[in-house]
């Protein structure tokens, strides 16, 4: 099945720490990769895509992604967690040859002080 | 930035009433979705639109929901015969293209069937 994975639902990272959050896909053929954001009471933002065009991938509010075909991941980084960062974060990606997105379970990211 | 707007932002049903949601997608774009989040659960597929008809549907989307676009900016999801089951959060999005673009969320419709 074209799926992706993310592990762990929720993670804790103290104010200033690196945040990680882990994607990965189920695919032979590399496909397009999204990370959006879900903030409180809010719908799903596009935090950042990835196209092939390149395998880093810059997003919004400091936020990157790489792309490695290798280890088929797609995992989302920010070097310092700030308190906003408080969030849902979904890896999401085009089933092949539609429109339809499939997204993970979701990571539930707590900022500690 | 355009924004997908829906409305409203919370509905409370009785169970076996009907209930239309409502989005406006961004204006240039030519794809619209309806995606449902039940409480703990994945973001689902529910259903496509391209060109005034349904593009794909998932196994979600039997008989009792439809989908229509009545006027040029309006995108309806109506669930005809509302169970208890239904209770979600119902998403809107939309794109510029299909395959492989990303697709612009509203901020989702919390459906509570009582």
């Known amino acids: 099945a074209q799926s992706v994975t993310q592990l762990g639902s929720h993670v804790s990272v103290s104010e200033g720490a690196l945040v990680l959050l882990r994607c990965n896909y189920s695919?032979?053929?590399?496909?397009?990769l999204f990370w959006y954001v879900q903030y409180p009471n809010q719908g799903l933002q596009l935090l950042l895509k990835?196209?092939?065009?390149?395998?880093l991938v810059k997003g919004i509010n400091g936020f990157e992604a790489e792309f490695k075909k290798s280890e088929t991941s797609f995992h989302l980084t920010k070097p310092s967690a700030h308190m906003s960062d408080a969030a849902e974060y979904f890896c999401?990606?085009?089933?092949?040859?539609?429109?339809?997105?499939?997204f993970g379970k979701g990571n539930q990211v707590v900022v500690i002080p | 930035e355009p924004e997908v707007t829906q409305t409203p932002s919370h509905q409370v049903t009785q169970m076996g009433q009907e209930v239309i949601l409502r989005c406006v997608p961004i204006s240039n774009h030519l794809y619209f979705y309806w995606y449902r989040q039940i409480l703990g659960q994945k973001v689902e597929f529910l259903v496509s639109f391209y060109n005034n008809e349904i593009s794909e549907k998932s196994e979600i989307f039997d008989d009792q929901f439809s989908v229509e676009r009545p006027d040029g900016s309006n995108f309806t999801l109506k669930i005809r015969s509302t169970k208890l089951e239904d209770s979600a959060m119902y998403f809107c999005?939309?794109?510029?293209?299909?395959?492989?673009?990303?697709?612009?969320f509203g901020d989702g419709t919390r459906l509570s069937i009582l």
């Open positions: 990835y196209t092939s065009a390149a395998t």
């Open positions: 999005a939309s794109s510029e293209m299909s395959t492989n673009q990303p697709q612009h």
């Open positions: 695919s032979s053929v590399p496909p397009y």
């Open positions: 999401a990606r085009p089933y092949y040859g539609n429109n339809r997105l499939a």
